[in-house]
C-alpha cells in the first residue's frame, strides 16, 4: 500500500480514531492492514461495511479492491445519527474521492432502512462484510442476519468492537450506552458451522466465516443467555 493513501487518510485526525489500533507517527493502519489483506486475500467484487465514523474501514477496503485486477466497489451504509458527517451526497462522494477511494457507495440508511430498497434487493455476492455500527447484541443481530443470505460461499463476516462490554456516549453524554456485540459472539461460538478467530486489540475485531446450520440459538432473545 502507497504510504501516500496512508498520509492522506491520517491527514484527518479524526481517521485515528474509534479502537482500529491506528497510529500516525509511523503510518501504522493497526487493525486496517488487516482490513487491506482481507480484501486483497478474498478479492470479492463486492464488499459491506455497516458503520464508520469517518470512513476509515470503506476506505482501506475499498482500496484493497482498487489495487486488485479484478476491481470491485464498497457498499456502505450509515444514517449519520452521530453527526452529519455522511448527510450531504455530494460531500460523501468528494470525501472518498479526496482519499482516493471512489469505488465508495454510501447509502444513508439504518440496516433495516435499506433492507426496502432496490439496491438491497439487487445486492448479492459479498464476499466482506464489515458490522461497525450501533455495536449492540441485538443490533449486531439484525446486521448479521440481513446479510447472510447476500453473502458468496468463501465470505468473511468482521464484528468490530467485539471483546469487550463498553459505555459510549458518541451519540451524546445523554444517550450513553452498552457495548454488547461480545454477548452476539458467544452465540456465534456455539452455533454450528461457524468458525471465529477474535483479534483482542484495542476494540477488538472478531473475524467469522462459514454458514450458521441453525439460528435457533442466534435468535433467542438476549435475557436468556
Same mark, same amino acid.
Given at each position: 500500500?502507497?504510504? *501516500? #493513501?496512508?498520509? =492522506?487518510? #491520517? ?7 474509534? /479502537?482500529? $489500533?491506528? &497510529? ?8 486496517? @492492514? ?7 486475500i478474498i478479492r470479492p467484487s463486492r464488499a459491506v461495511v455497516? /458503520?464508520?465514523? =469517518? /470512513? ?27 453527526? !452529519?458527517? @455522511?448527510? +450531504?451526497?455530494?460531500?460523501? +462522494? %468528494?470525501?472518498? &474521492? ?6 465508495? &457507495? ?12 432496490? %439496491? ?7 464476499? $466482506?462484510?464489515?458490522? +461497525?455500527?450501533?455495536?449492540?447484541? *441485538?443490533?449486531? =443481530? ?10 458468496? !460461499? ?9 471483546? &469487550? ?28 458451522? $461457524?468458525?471465529? #478467530?477474535?483479534?483482542?486489540? %484495542? ?8 454458514r450458521p446450520e441453525t439460528l435457533d440459538h442466534i435468535n433467542?432473545? #438476549?435475557?436468556?443467555?
Amino acid at each position: 500500500m502507497p504510504e *501516500e #493513501f496512508i498520509r =492522506r487518510l #491520517f491527514s484527518d485526525p479524526e481517521m485515528l480514531r474509534m /479502537g482500529h $489500533l491506528q &497510529r500516525r507517527e509511523d503510518l501504522n493502519l493497526g487493525l486496517g @492492514w488487516m482490513y487491506y489483506a482481507l480484501g486483497r486475500i478474498i478479492r470479492p467484487s463486492r464488499a459491506v461495511v455497516i /458503520g464508520s465514523l =469517518r /470512513g476509515f474501514a470503506p476506505a482501506i477496503i475499498a482500496k484493497s479492491m482498487l489495487d486488485n485486477v479484478e476491481g470491485g466497489e464498497v457498499v456502505f451504509v450509515d444514517p449519520s445519527y452521530v453527526n !452529519e458527517f @455522511w448527510a +450531504d451526497p455530494a460531500q460523501v +462522494d %468528494a470525501h472518498f &474521492r479526496q482519499l482516493g477511494t471512489p469505488n465508495v &457507495r454510501h447509502y444513508r440508511h439504518t440496516t433495516q432502512e435499506f433492507t426496502t430498497t432496490p %439496491a438491497y434487493a439487487e445486492l448479492s455476492d459479498v464476499g $466482506l462484510l464489515m458490522i +461497525d455500527g450501533l455495536h449492540t447484541a *441485538e443490533q449486531a =443481530r439484525v446486521d448479521y442476519l440481513a446479510f447472510l443470505d447476500k453473502l458468496a !460461499e468463501n465470505a468473511v463476516v468482521l464484528f468490530h468492537d467485539s471483546v &469487550r462490554q463498553k459505555a459510549s456516549s458518541i451519540y451524546g453524554k445523554d444517550n450513553r450506552y452498552i457495548h454488547t456485540v461480545c454477548l452476539f459472539m458467544e452465540r456465534l461460538k456455539k452455533t454450528p458451522g $461457524l468458525e471465529l #478467530f477474535t483479534m483482542p486489540f %484495542a476494540g477488538g475485531v472478531t473475524l467469522v466465516q462459514g454458514r450458521p446450520e441453525t439460528l435457533d440459538h442466534i435468535n433467542r432473545p #438476549f435475557d436468556a443467555q
